[in-house]
């Protein structure tokens, strides 16, 4: 979790909270939401999907997105130190109607849905909830 | 169950006075003296042992593949260790595959060196050095991609091959505490020895070509080493079919320069992929070989604006409009991996090898 262990800024950014207390916090929005971590991911994983098809270009996905995949070489193992390698593949999702865009990373899809971790606060790649939520039109149900 | 209490501290406290004791000892006074470093059963390096065997090789000029600085998390710097590297590591083993730990293949950068090693490492690594050299030119190419350009100090020269990749490292600023390197395709002529091209995409968020395409300047020196990789063209007389997109062009226009120093004849094609003109880079330079090659250039958008007429749709559907008679072809594929996938099984759907698709997948 920490800075140079697995990336150079960590998963943690400043956080002081226990890892637990950041999890709980992170469960507690998503569930304000109406939502879940799977969901969530879900619909990462569907835009993933969808990007996958511009051929690391751009492709309009109805009604008003546009997502682009990205790759660059080596991969990462996952901080829980789950088996396997995740590739550092990256996924920017434009929500043209709300002028917002978004940067995942498959990391990020595994994360959330087997972990329910969004990172700590101010680490370099931390996704709030509410912000995946919003940019992606995640709805409850 | 106080006193249960009592011993369970006492006996924490014990271990971790132990620990920092080992830890501080192994800091001031581990000296684990010389070592004797055997590659390829030729050459012995003598050695100051206590460092890891990637910075230890990195001291004698051997530069081993490593995409992290040495933190384990790339899995490039792998090595082939006959002897004396003790057990494996728990932060090694994701990245060895169960026949890669018969032969004794282990990470370079977390394998300490304690004692006397046998390792193997392919020959090509000699050739790779490290260069502190000077940014001479930076030109944008499209509003995401950055040519750069960099001259090596007057008395040093670099022999590759088209294709091959370097790693260039990204010093200290605010989104990294510490250098890391990464790598890129060169995207310059081998014939050119005194100075490398680079084609770099900015990739959101991304800590070195973020450093690339906000920071770097003019003047600027860089540290970078290579070559690597063996993404190169094959001799043979098959014709070819190229395949790229976004910063895919950089292995392209090298191999193409190069067929061009070679006198090669073989016939050619290639094509590129981009979404809208705005994507499109390099195509007047590109063109420039459909007189100097066997070569055609087919540049196809996904979505073209009015007004375009050359080829649209997803690269995959135009290499399936064009090849024909597949078993003729070889191909070399540049760009993610949703790209090569998706080309790879148009190509070998119009009868092409697959032994004979050959590919420089980011990722």
Redesign the interface.
Known sequence: MQ???????GFLGNDRRNLIDILDADFRTVASLGLTHNKIAETMEKFRKHA?????????IAPHFEAR?????????CPFED???I????I?VKNLFLKKEI?YTDMHIHLINIHGFYQGKRS??RLDPEIIAEILEIIPG | MNAVFLHITIFTALACGLALFMIIADFFIGDYGQAVITVNNSKKLEVEAGSTLLSVLKGQKIFIPSACGGRGSCGLCKVKIISGAGDYLATELPWISADEKKSGIRLSCQVKVRRNLEIEIPESLFNIHEYRARVESIRNLTYDIKEIKISLPEEEQINFKAGQFMQIETPVYELTAQPVYRAYSIASSPGQKNSVEFEIRLVPGGICTTYIHKHLKIGDTVTLNGPYGDFFVRPGQKKIIFIAGGSGMAPIKSMLADMVLQKNTRQAVYFFGARTQKDLFLTDEIRTYENRLAFRFIPALSSPEPGWKGESGLITEVVDRYIQNGPEYEAYLCGSPGMINACVSVLVKKGVSEKEIYFDKFG
């Open positions: 800075a140079g262990v697995i990336t150079g800024a996958e098809s511009g051929l690391g270009e751009f492709i309009s995949i990205d790759a660059v070489r080596g991969k990462l193992p088996r396997g390698l590739s550092k593949t990256s920017m940067i370099l790649f």
